[in-house]
């Protein structure tokens, strides 16, 4: 027991330290080019693929040193994730304080837990702040990415408005996030519902829901923002079909930022102590995750247990809800909701566990020969992780990486938020923010060699995969029992990583 607190008190303090670190790090331009450095890498072009998060953020260190560079976005706007993911209910699951660059903080979040609306607004500010909406070309796809070893220079393939071209860059950077490509899952019969079908990621705008018998298919993070949604839009009734049961945590610092809290953020010591708290917070969590049979994993499982048990009236539903027995406290990603539970109770709600058999043209037909008749059917089904279609010599197997970050196999690829990445436990932001400082230093290095082409040794790669490996072993995400999107398909090399790991 003590020794547990005593690594909490060590986890608490070592995270403050490295959010001084990183904070002023980007404060003080860590990373600093020669005006012979800056003149050589002015003649690369350089292109980002995505307008997320992670494109955006490349795109403001890029302006900033006054980088050749050009955005393209399949879609109509900027915002990525933020912008696709409209559902009712849709919302981060990390504390607004931490879901946000550190080089461009936002005092004045309405709530600690903000949904993709503010979060989508937020990151427009940004844009026009930032000056990058001249170097965004949107509605334009990537259809096709070679390397060309003859000039040293990526081949790519661009599409817009129906017409291609082909254009060449020094330098690729593949910022297209985690979750880029709806995951549809083919039902039998699914032609014949007369119904809407619609994925929680390509969400209609204007759709009513009032009055209507909705089904939602899946139980993680999407189905547990979009249900308790779909009941507070109107909703007549709203079936959930789980094929197995998640842990899901109650929004433990979820609360409306009062305006008193508001204007205190604007003061820098506040500010940095407030950020601090929910960064140590979140980070001091992955302990429970990087060893399986901690204390923290089970007293994690427990308090889930609690917040199920207390929150879900009815004992039947309870039991359903129950996360199977040997799995481990986040071995899938943990839901972090207050509201689904409570959605239990709702008489509108009900569950079905039953393996779906075929759609009907008026609902679902479940293997026990049940009809469910419905209006709407919602796949709350995820996305394909990691997908890059584009990148037609990897279609088959998971890219392999240096520090989740450079290409093994082609010379001048990066990845933001690539495999080896993926956060179990705290802000996706703060993993971009470390990528790119390590980034903008593999450029100054190649910048003062003057080298075309930047490629990892082998060597190296081994040995920052083994390291990882190890550390990795002994994680929630290893065990035979963990079946998720944190691990790849064919190799079950896995995509988690901690923030404090790479910065």
């Given at each position: 027991?003590?020794?547990t607190v005593a690594i909490w008190l060590c986890c608490f303090y070592l995270s403050l330290c490295l959010i001084s670190f990183t904070f002023n790090l980007w404060l003080k331009n860590s990373v600093v080019f020669t005006k012979e450095q800056s003149r050589y890498l002015k003649e690369q072009k350089f292109l980002i693929i995505g307008a997320g998060i992670s494109g955006l953020a490349v795109g403001y260190f890029f302006k900033k040193f006054n980088f050749n560079?050009?955005?393209?976005?399949?879609a109509q706007e900027i915002g990525g994730t933020w912008y696709l993911n409209r559902y009712p209910g849709a919302a981060?699951?990390?504390?607004?304080?931490?879901?946000?660059?550190?080089f461009f903080p936002k005092t004045d979040w309405p709530q600690s837990f903000n949904t993709s609306t503010e979060l989508y607004r937020y990151l427009k500010k940004f844009a026009k702040w930032a000056e990058l909406e001249d170097n965004i070309r949107f509605k334009t796809s990537v259809d096709d990415c070679e390397w060309d070893d003859e000039q040293k220079l990526w081949k790519v393939r661009l599409s817009q408005n129906q017409k291609s071209s082909d254009e060449y860059f020094n330098w690729t950077f593949v910022c297209t996030g985690s979750f880029n490509e709806p995951n549809k899952p083919k039902f039998e019969n699914q032609k014949a519902f007369t119904g809407q079908i619609i994925h929680t990621?390509?969400?209609?705008?204007?759709?009513?829901?009032v009055g209507k018998r909705v089904a939602v298919i899946g139980s993680g993070s999407s189905a547990a923002q979009t249900v308790p949604g779909l009941l507070d839009s109107g909703a007549r009734e709203v079936v959930q079909?789980?094929?197995?049961?998640?842990?899901?945590?109650?929004?433990?610092?979820?609360?409306?930022?009062?305006?008193?809290f508001q204007l205190l953020m604007k003061i820098y010591p506040?500010?940095?102590?407030?950020?601090?708290f929910f960064w140590a917070f979140q980070e001091s969590l992955f302990i429970g995750f990087e060893y399986h049979n901690s204390f923290l994993n089970k007293l994690l499982a427990k308090f889930a247990h609690w917040h199920r048990t207390s929150t879900v009236k009815d004992s039947v539903l309870r039991e359903k809800l129950k996360p199977e027995e040997g799995v481990r406290f986040g071995c899938k990603r943990v839901i972090v909701s207050t509201a689904i539970y409570e959605a239990a109770n709702d008489p509108r709600y009900s569950l079905n566990c039953s393996k779906i058999s075929e759609f009907t043209s008026s609902g679902i037909l479940t293997e026990d020969n049940k009809e469910i008749p419905v209006d709407i059917i919602v796949l709350a089904t995820g996305f394909r992780v990691h997908f890059y279609p584009f990148l037609k010599w990897q279609m088959s197997k998971s890219p392999k990486t240096y520090n989740g970050t450079f290409d093994?196999?082609?010379?001048?690829?990066?990845?933001?938020l690539g495999p080896m990445t993926l956060l179990g436990n705290s802000s996706v932001i703060i993993m971009i923010e470390s990528q790119i400082e390590f980034i903008l230093r593999m450029l100054k290095q190649t910048s003062k060699l003057k080298s075309r082409v930047c490629l990892p040794k082998e060597t190296s790669v081994q040995r920052w995969i083994s390291?990882?490996?190890?550390?990795?072993?002994k994680s929630v995400w290893t065990r035979k029992y963990c079946s998720s999107w944190y691990q790849t398909g064919d190799s079950g090399v896995l995509k988690v990583e901690s923030a404090i790991c790479l910065i």
């Open positions: 027991m003590f020794t560079f050009v955005i393209v976005e399949r981060v699951d990390v504390p607004s304080f931490l879901y946000q660059y550190s990621g390509e969400w209609p705008e204007n759709l009513s829901v079909f789980q094929r197995t049961a998640s842990f899901i945590i109650p929004r433990l610092l979820g609360f409306k930022i009062p305006r008193i506040f500010a940095f102590i407030t950020r601090g093994t196999q082609k010379p001048n690829l990066v990845y933001l390291n990882w490996e190890k550390r990795i072993d």
